[in-house]
């Protein structure tokens, strides 16, 4: 096998005295789609935050490209091709379309109109509507431009904070659909979903998350055919 493009090794995260993540590890293969799924509560946004450089770790080794980014902040990772869309989306409502997706490109210089144009032609809607406040796009449509925001920083991997969060079903479909085209793309995309059956349908390998640690992990396909985890993690459809 060839090495990963990002492994995560035995991370922990803690908020004062809560352990939030108790000795996590994953890895997640050049141009794969990876999914961490649990319940609310799980550890998931830790493990992501972790990851992106948004937190600091309390333990553990993260392994990007091959080089340690354990403590590599946030800003550092977007410039070297490691990019969030963080859960929430964090659009900015009283700026532009175009100004949002401007911030995702703020390290890209004189290229960053070209990366945006680029993502324009992917997400017409976006096109159309540059020059509107963000605020005025419905949720569906916020969740594209986090996603273009995040595009626009040319990732070679993309993490996603549940990205179907609050969305309509056909708005979630569509989501799923820009997600397959990333990935188809070549980008890797580590996805944490509530949405566990969504995700690992969508996903080439999964973990399932439970209070902060790995309970089962496996090819995606593997996971969602095993029917004491699906009845145990993902629940009813
Ligand atoms: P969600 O789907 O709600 O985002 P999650 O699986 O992403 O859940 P986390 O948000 O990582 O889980 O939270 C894991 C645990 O850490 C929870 O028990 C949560 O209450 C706790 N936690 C998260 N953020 C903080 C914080 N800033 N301070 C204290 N505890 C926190």
Known sequence: MSTPILSVEDLRVTYGRVEAVRGVSFTAEQGSLVTLVGANGAGKSSVINAVS??????????TFEGRDITRTP???????GLVQVPEGRQILATLTIEEN??????????GAQRSIDAVYDRFPVLAERRALPAGSLSGGEQQMLAIARALVAAPTVMLM???????APKIVDEVFRVIAEIRASGTTVVLVEQNARRALR????????????????GPAAGLLADERIVQAYLGVE
């Open 53 to 62: 450089g948004l937190l600091r770790p309390a333990g553990g080794r993260i």
């Open 74 to 80: 946030a800003h550092k990772l977007v410039g070297r």
């Open 101 to 110: 997706l401007r911030m995702g490109a703020w390290h890209t210089g004189a």
């Open 161 to 167: 904070d549940e990205p179907s969060m609050g969305l």
């Open 202 to 217: 969508a996903a080439d390998h999964g973990y399932v998350l439970q209070s902060g640690e790995i309970v089962h992990s």
